[in-house]
C-alpha cells in the first residue's frame, strides 16, 4: 500500500484545518493508520493513530481534544481534523501504517507518505 497525504497549508492561530491521507495500490482497511509531525531540528512525534477498523483512536497529550482522527475503509482515507491551532503545531505532518495493533513509535511504522506541511501563524 502506497501514501498520499494532502491538505496542509497555512492557517491563523486559533483557526482549523482538515488533512487527509489516501491509500492505494491496496487496501488500506488491515492496517492501523497514524499521523506523526516533525518540526525543523526535532525528532518525528506521535499525533494520533487509529485502528486497522476505524474504531479505537488514540492522541497525544499535546493535541488532547483539539484532533480528530478518523478512517474510512471503504474510501481507504484517513482524515486528521485540527482545531484550536497554535504556532506550536507547525510542522511537517506525516501519514503512517502498519499491519497489526496501533503503536506510537515511528520507527515501528513501515509505509509513510511524503508529508504535507502545516503552518499555523501567530
Known amino acids: 500500500v502506497q501514501l498520499q497525504a494532502s491538505g496542509g497549508g497555512l492557517v491563523q492561530t486559533g483557526g482549523s484545518l482538515r488533512i487527509s491521507c489516501q491509500a492505494s495500490?491496496?487496501?488500506?482497511?488491515?492496517?492501523?493508520v497514524a499521523w506523526f509531525h516533525q518540526a525543523p531540528g526535532k525528532e518525528r512525534e506521535f499525533v494520533a493513530a487509529?485502528?486497522?477498523?476505524?474504531?479505537?483512536?488514540y492522541y497525544s497529550d499535546s493535541v488532547g481534544d483539539r484532533f480528530f482522527i478518523s478512517k474510512d475503509n471503504a474510501k481507504d482515507t484517513i482524515s486528521l481534523e485540527m482545531g484550536t491551532l497554535t504556532p506550536e503545531d507547525t510542522a511537517m505532518y506525516y501519514c503512517?501504517?502498519?499491519?497489526?495493533?496501533?503503536?506510537?513509535?515511528?520507527?515501528?511504522?513501515?509505509?509513510w507518505g511524503q508529508g504535507t506541511q502545516v503552518t499555523v501563524s501567530s
Open positions: 495500490g491496496s487496501t488500506a482497511s488491515k492496517y492501523a
Open positions: 503512517a501504517a502498519r499491519r497489526g495493533m496501533v503503536v506510537t513509535t515511528a520507527n515501528e511504522y513501515d509505509i
Open positions: 487509529v485502528a486497522w477498523d476505524g474504531g479505537r483512536t
